[in-house]
């Protein structure tokens, strides 16, 4: 089974300090995705990889950056974290050309 | 602008009931059409449909495509508590670089 771990669960940081989120999966994908869930908008893209020190905005990523240093890890970072951007934070894997993209358990981050 | 509408947005029913969850789409050019299920946590993969008019069946949950119509349906049969939860689709346009196009889902509420 495809397992896609996050580093918290959930996560309390204040104003203007800089958050990491971290992202793991061990079935050796291409493909790994940052999205933000919140109440009546949905999953919204912040940023995508399809390899390693590789990296794609996507719908929203201002405020946000990513890193790949290793095809199995893909870090989300709030430079300076900001209340409209609490939120959960879901990452996702997928393989190579496959559509198909698998979830890990989220991090729920409270910016206060 | 790409978009996938699903409806209705939110549904309770009684346990052993059958339901049908919908999903429309206006994408340019079409590849395939994704349903995922999300309870308390990361959503989880159900189907990938590419193919009009062919079924994909998993136990009492099946799914099928319209590409003439341009959506999709989601039938659970003999629901159970164990399938509330929001069932998302999400729909690829093969000329986005693989990122998927996501709805708001819709929220399954099954009473017992």
């Known amino acids: 089974d495809v397992k896609v771990t996050q580093s918290s669960r959930y996560l309390v940081k204040r104003t203007g300090e800089k958050v990491f989120l971290e992202c793991v999966q061990d079935?050796?994908?291409?493909?790994m995705f940052w999205y933000r869930q919140d109440p009546g908008l949905g999953l919204r893209l912040i940023y995508f990889s399809y390899d390693v020190k590789m990296k794609e905005k996507g719908d929203i990523p201002e405020g946000y950056s990513v890193s790949r240093e290793k095809k199995e890890r893909f870090s989300l970072i709030l430079e300076s974290a900001s209340t409209n951007q609490t939120s959960m934070y879901l990452c996702?894997?997928?393989?190579?050309?496959?559509?198909?993209?698998?979830f890990g358990p989220g991090t729920r981050l409270t910016v206060t | 602008e790409d978009k996938v509408v699903q409806s209705p947005l939110s549904l309770v029913v009684h346990e052993g009931d059958t339901v049908t969850l919908n999903c429309s789409y206006e994408v340019t050019n079409f590849r395939s059409l994704l349903w995922y299920k999300q309870e308390k946590k990361a959503p989880t993969f159900l189907f990938m449909l590419?193919?009009s008019g062919i079924e994909k069946k998993s136990g009492r949950l099946s799914s099928i495509l319209d590409k003439k119509e341009l959506f999709s349906i989601l039938n659970i049969t003999a629901t159970q508590t164990g399938d509330s939860a929001v069932y998302l689709c999400a729909v690829v346009n093969a000329g986005n670089n693989r990122k998927l196009i996501w709805g708001l889902g819709t929220s399954l509420a099954v009473n017992p």
């Open positions: 996702a894997s997928g393989q190579g050309s496959s559509y198909e993209q698998y």
């Open positions: 590419t193919s």
């Open positions: 079935m050796d994908h291409e493909n």
